[in-house]
């Protein structure tokens, strides 16, 4: 029996519903899946559904639909305006959350493909992870966390799940945006919730997407805004593996020529390791379902992994970054002046909450004024909160 056939045997409601109306045939998304998904993988057909039930979508999948939710979303669009690590930094070459975002999407995507995955839900998944963040970077987050302590704490990844579940207005039907229950399992995951389930493949790829992401960006910004040079890192094991492929590709190159290939490399080098690892774990499991590969999670098995060398390699690499970039005097300066301004604002707004506009105002009642603040103000932008910064306490 071909994909077609099967597809026609089963019928089901929402998201799953087996036919296109328009053009009376098991949807393209339906066809595509059951010709090119392994069976790891988590096929929309079996999505466990939304909160609030929806008609089923003429041409796209559950997960074709969450990640365009998110794109439409204003938390992701004001990931353009905050930034990953260097905060007050001028220029525009360094990372903002958004390209960010966007980096580790196209290795989720590329990661998911490679693997048989669902594509469109590691896409998806990617496409929200980061956008929970506050402004400020890390010590906007810090900062509010220590705010909240009281309260219940702050996390970017639990702040991801507020936004997708309830600070999101954008639909007559719902708070939030009613995504899929894998999407928001999966943003439970990263928030180490007790409740999160185990993590399906697509989750462990974006995770893997996201550390190649940002090892790799991390150490291209440092080197363009002076915290290091490309000979320090070249004596990182792993960032020498990469100097040692592009010499053997290209020969002798320029300075800059030679550290941007050295990057690409790098990237290279992570992915093709984790597909290389990851497909020889799956391998050697009698049973690939996607409830095998659930219950080898549960257990603490995760399958989307790197090779001993190469983890290592990021271990170092980590390490390197944390001493002379994350914890650097310049950082660090700039990390306390963050908090104190991000302190600043938020007794200012729990002073006057009557000042916060009218939604987080009247959302207040239910949630509490620290919580209430803590969702307005980690929603800004790093140039809003500025702004409104130098407005309310320059007063
Ligand atoms: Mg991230």
């Known amino acids: 029996m071909g994909p077609i056939e099967s597809l026609s045997m089963t019928r089901k409601t929402g998201d799953n519903a087996e036919h296109c109306t328009i053009m009376q045939l ?5 066809v595509r899946e059951a010709a090119i998904l392994a069976p790891h993988a988590m096929h929309a057909i079996d999505s466990a559904g939304r909160a609030h039930n929806e008609s089923p979508h003429p041409f796209r999948s559950a997960y074709q639909r969450d990640r365009d939710r998110i794109v439409h979303s204003a938390a992701f669009r004001r990931l353009a305006h905050k930034t990953q690590v260097f905060t007050d930094y001028p220029g525009d070459y360094h990372r903002s959350r958004l390209t960010h975002t966007l980096e580790v999407t196209s290795i989720a995507r590329t990661l998911a493909r490679s693997l048989a ?15 929970g963040h506050p402004p400020l970077g890390h010590a906007g987050e810090d900062t509010l966390d220590e705010l909240l302590r009281e309260a219940g704490g702050f996390n ?10 309830l600070l999101e207005q954008r639909y007559p039907g719902f708070p939030g945006l009613n995504l899929s229950q894998e999407v928001l399992d999966a943003q439970s995951v990263r928030a180490k919730l007790p409740t999160a389930p185990p993590p399906l493949l697509e989750t462990q790829v974006v995770d893997a997407a996201d550390s190649i992401a940002y090892d790799t960006h991390d150490a291209d910004d440092a080197i363009e805004l002076g915290f290091v040079q490309l000979n320090e890192l070249l004596e990182l094991p792993l960032v020498a593996k990469a100097a040692e492929h592009v010499d053997s590709q290209h020969g002798k190159l320029d300075p800059l020529l030679l550290r941007r290939a050295v990057l690409h490399e790098l990237i290279e080098l992570q992915v093709a390791g984790l597909v290389t690892e990851t497909s020889s774990r799956l391998r050697t499991m009698s049973d690939t379902s996607v409830d095998s590969i659930k219950k080898a999670s549960a ?14 390699g990021k271990q170092e690499l980590e390490e390197f970054l944390f001493q002379r970039v994350y914890r650097s005097d310049q950082v660090m300066k700039i990390r306390q002046q963050s908090q104190e301004k991000m302190r600043d604002l938020f007794v200012w707004y729990c002073e006057a909450p009557h000042a916060l506009p009218s939604g987080y105002f009247q959302r207040s009642e239910t949630v509490g ?9 980690a929603g800004m932008t790093d140039r809003f909160f500025n702004r409104d910064a130098a407005y309310r306490l320059e007063k």
């Open 117 to 131: 995955l669902n594509e469109d839900l590691a896409e998806a998944l990617a496409l929200g992870h980061d956008i």
């Open 299 to 312: 257990e603490g098995n995760r399958l989307v992994m790197h090779n001993q060398k190469i983890q290592q």
């Open 26 to 30: 098991p949807c393209n998304w339906q």
């Open 369 to 377: 004024v620290l919580r209430s603040v803590a969702d307005y103000i």
């Open 156 to 165: 970017h990844n639990r702040q991801a799940l507020r936004i997708m579940t």
